[in-house]
């Protein structure tokens, strides 16, 4: 396997660029294959975006979807009608994402801002996962649920792939391990890899300081990501590593950066 043939590139690094262009600066830094970001911009399903469009954009470019990233804003606290209105916007993105032809959809199972949760609230929880991921698969697609950076309310859900497995682990999904969310979640990548096992479909590749979820590209932070790409395929992971990098405003060089780490 090419270097290069092992990744994806989020079009969140492209956020605040229309998503055509996105896809066609991606392609052209040599990638092939791209995580279509769905949260408020580019594939959101609330956006209304022209599906027709966006896949002629991704055939123009050569590009395939490695999978679609499911919104997590707006959806508000957890009050009367909050699971009706995520149920709905969930089932509008496993739409997408069948159109779009991927077969896997990474999903946030709390938001720090708006839905956090505790214990309390881990039956109903898992009622609405069982139904979103049996919905998945009728569609073809596997939910991915990925660990999420701790919050500042201790009480709240610690979203390792321990919990996640510990809480959901019954159920037909699969987990997305975002490697700079892991140690800010009390849990070391490798911890992280042994608790996913086979489940574990896709990775999200980025690097922090070890207090913040900065989204750094992979060489820049604490985390050692040759090794731990080593550990990955070493442990039977085969399949990719998304590079899910934020752009700062100026994402062109850091997309030139994340070419030459993907052909190291």
Same mark, same amino acid.
């Given at each position: 396997?090419?270097?290069?043939?092992?990744?994806?590139?989020?079009?969140?690094?492209?956020?605040?660029?229309?998503?055509?262009?996105?896809?066609?600066?991606?392609?052209?830094?040599?990638? =092939? +294959?791209?995580?279509?970001?769905?949260?408020?911009?580019?594939?959101?399903?609330?956006?209304?975006?022209?599906?027709?469009?966006?896949?002629?954009?991704? +055939?123009?470019?050569?590009?395939?979807?490695?999978?679609?990233?499911?919104?997590?804003?707006?959806?508000?606290?957890?009050?009367?009608?909050?699971?009706?209105?995520?149920?709905?916007?969930?089932?509008?993105?496993?739409?997408?994402?069948?159109?779009?032809?991927?077969?896997?959809?990474?999903?946030?199972?709390?938001? =720090?801002?708006?839905?956090?949760?505790?214990?309390?609230?881990?039956?109903?929880?898992?009622?609405?996962?069982?139904?979103?991921? +049996?919905?998945? =698969?009728?569609?073809?697609?596997?939910?991915?649920?990925?660990?999420?950076?701790?919050?500042? $309310?201790?009480?709240?859900?610690?979203?390792?792939? =321990?919990?996640?497995?510990?809480?959901?682990?019954?159920?037909?999904?699969?987990?997305?391990?975002?490697?700079?969310?892991?140690?800010?979640?009390?849990?070391?990548?490798?911890?992280?890899?042994?608790?996913?096992?086979?489940?574990?479909?896709?990775?999200?590749?980025?690097?922090?300081?070890?207090?913040?979820?900065?989204?750094?590209?992979?060489? $820049?932070?604490?985390? $050692?990501?040759?090794?731990?790409?080593?550990?990955?395929?070493?442990?039977?992971?085969?399949?990719?590593?998304?590079?899910?990098?934020?752009?700062?405003?100026?994402?062109?060089?850091?997309?030139?950066?994340?070419?030459?780490?993907?052909?190291?």
């Amino acid at each position: 396997m090419k270097c290069m043939d092992e990744y994806a590139v989020s079009t969140w690094l492209y956020e605040s660029r229309p998503l055509d262009e996105a896809l066609e600066k991606i392609a052209a830094a040599g990638f =092939r +294959k791209v995580e279509l970001w769905g949260n408020r911009v580019h594939v959101d399903p609330r956006l209304d975006a022209d599906l027709g469009h966006v896949k002629a954009a991704l +055939k123009k470019n050569g590009l395939s979807v490695h999978s679609v990233h499911a919104p997590f804003d707006g959806l508000g606290p957890m009050k009367t009608g909050f699971y009706e209105k995520w149920r709905d916007l969930m089932g509008r993105s496993l739409g997408l994402c069948k159109e779009l032809g991927s077969s896997l959809m990474v999903v946030h199972a709390l938001n =720090r801002h708006e839905y956090d949760w505790g214990s309390p609230d881990e039956g109903a929880m898992h009622d609405f996962f069982a139904e979103l991921a +049996k919905s998945a =698969r009728s569609h073809g697609i596997t939910l991915l649920l990925e660990n999420l950076a701790d919050g500042p $309310d201790p009480s709240k859900f610690r979203c390792s792939i =321990r919990n996640l497995a510990k809480v959901f682990g019954d159920l037909d999904i699969g987990y997305c391990i975002d490697i700079g969310h892991s140690p800010l979640c009390g849990e070391a990548v490798g911890e992280a890899i042994a608790e996913a096992g086979s489940r574990l479909m896709s990775v999200h590749v980025n690097n922090n300081d070890g207090a913040h979820d900065l989204h750094n590209p992979p060489e $820049d932070g604490r985390l $050692d990501w040759p090794a731990i790409r080593r550990e990955m395929r070493e442990s039977g992971y085969s399949g990719d590593f998304v590079l899910e990098v934020a752009g700062h405003g100026s994402p062109d060089p850091i997309l030139s950066r994340l070419a030459a780490c993907s052909q190291s």
